[in-house]
């Protein structure tokens, strides 16, 4: 079992760039997301999905795309790279859990992380 | 006020000691909560979920505090492999969904 795997793992772009992060996960999870984490901002969510062919914003999804064709691949794409997207993104994924009363999150399953770089 | 607040530390202690960490939460719908340990340069791994009835995983104790809405981490008899940052995490609904919420985390230094 891989688990959660992302590529690449680093790259530099050019401002104005495009590029497609790719995450592919073989757990069989429902949910998908895909953070950024920048020192002293903690991890933050860009976008997530609740299952194949959906997609939702998350906290900061503003210069950001996601497409989610397939269960097991959540792909991030940046249209025109700002250095402000400089940072370590982490893709990761989840399950629901039936808890009776109300279901709940399993604990998220994250990918090694893609440091990117943009000047 | 940030929803689930940790202090960023560093905790420096020696090892062997035991230190504990708190997490604040304010959203009292909070429904269940994990600690995560991370790694410098790494990604988050799952230290241990975080039960009512507080739960224990080797030198681990996880406790809930829901009158007073905080978690806890006790790490007993500290290794150098402890060190790393801790994030509290929060699960909560919101709306139709579930949002998790992260701590900034708590950085852990164990010194020989």
């Known amino acids: 079992n891989a688990g959660v795997t992302q590529t690449p793992k680093f790259r530099v772009l050019k401002t104005g760039q495009s590029m497609t992060l790719l995450c592919a996960q073989d757990m069989n999870h429902e949910y998908m997301y895909w953070y950024r984490q920048d020192p002293g901002m903690g991890l933050r969510l860009i976008h997530y999905?609740?299952?194949?062919?959906?997609?939702a914003k998350g906290e900061v999804p503003d210069g950001y795309n996601v497409s989610r064709l397939k269960k097991q691949n959540f792909l991030l794409g940046l249209e025109s790279a700002a250095p402000s997207q400089t940072s370590v993104y982490f893709c990761?994924?989840?399950?629901?859990?039936?808890?009776?009363?109300?279901?709940?999150?399993?604990?998220?399953?994250f990918g090694n992380g893609t440091r990117l770089t943009v000047t | 006020r940030k929803e689930v607040e940790q202090d960023p530390g560093p905790f420096n202690v020696p090892e062997g000691a035991t230190v504990a960490f708190n997490c604040t939460y304010s959203?009292?719908?909070?429904?269940?909560f994990f600690w995560y340990r991370q790694d410098c340069r790494k990604e988050p791994k799952l230290l241990m979920s975080v039960y009512s009835s507080g739960n224990e995983d080797g030198r681990f104790t996880a406790q809930l505090n829901r009158a007073s809405q905080y978690i806890s981490l006790l790490i007993r008899d500290s290794k150098l492999s402890d060190s790393a940052t801790y994030l509290c995490?929060?699960?909560?609904?919101?709306?139709?969904?579930?949002?998790?919420?992260w701590g900034l985390g708590t950085s852990l230094a164990v010194n020989p």
């Open positions: 995490v929060v699960n909560r609904n919101a709306g139709n969904n579930r949002k998790l919420i």
């Open positions: 959203n009292s719908a909070s429904q269940s």
């Open positions: 990761a994924s989840s399950y629901s859990i039936d808890g009776g009363l109300s279901t709940y999150n399993s604990p998220l399953h």
């Open positions: 999905s609740v299952g194949e062919g959906t997609t």
